[in-house]
């Protein structure tokens, strides 16, 4: 069988029809439907037994495209909106607060302070993340620039 999937003559199933699939396409269906109401990456997940991450590949349509497209055919809505994610949850006040502090902690001593990853704070070192508190930041330092 492997070599039947392996040199294409065998195609896995979609959705339902697929062994490996742990909800019907129906209840997918209402998963993209919960997330187009504003639902969260994890409430859905918890409420359907999904990983949060598989949840945001279904929000960004790289899962489930053959359902999105019949949901979008249906309901006229092609899209979800986006998790409010990590920065959702730290205020935008303290998220400014941290990237001020950048220069003089280490980025473990700042994920500790917001209780995060260190990942997450090289991110914002990087400015890969936080992109609202990047500009209110520097929109501060214009509006007061540190004197000579």
């Given at each position: ?39 969260s990456n994890d ?12 949840v945001s590949l ?91």
């Amino acid at each position: 069988m492997s070599h039947a999937v392996e040199t294409g003559l065998k195609k896995g199933l979609p959705g339902q029809d697929n062994s490996m699939s742990k909800l019907t396409d129906h209840e997918y269906y209402q998963v993209i439907d919960r997330l187009v109401k504003g639902a969260s990456n994890d409430e859905v997940s918890k409420e359907y037994g999904l990983h949060p991450r598989y949840v945001s590949l279904i929000r960004h349509k790289k899962r489930l495209i053959r359902i999105w497209e019949k949901y979008a055919d249906a309901t006229g809505v092609s899209e979800a909106p986006k998790s409010g994610g990590l920065s959702s949850k730290i205020p935008l006040d303290i998220r400014v607060d941290i990237i001020r502090q950048l220069p003089s902690k280490t980025n473990k001593e700042l994920a500790r302070m917001i209780d995060v990853d260190c990942s997450v704070i090289s991110n914002v070192r990087y400015r890969k993340t936080w992109k609202d508190a990047w500009d209110l930041f520097d929109k501060r330092s214009n509006d007061h620039p540190e004197r000579e």
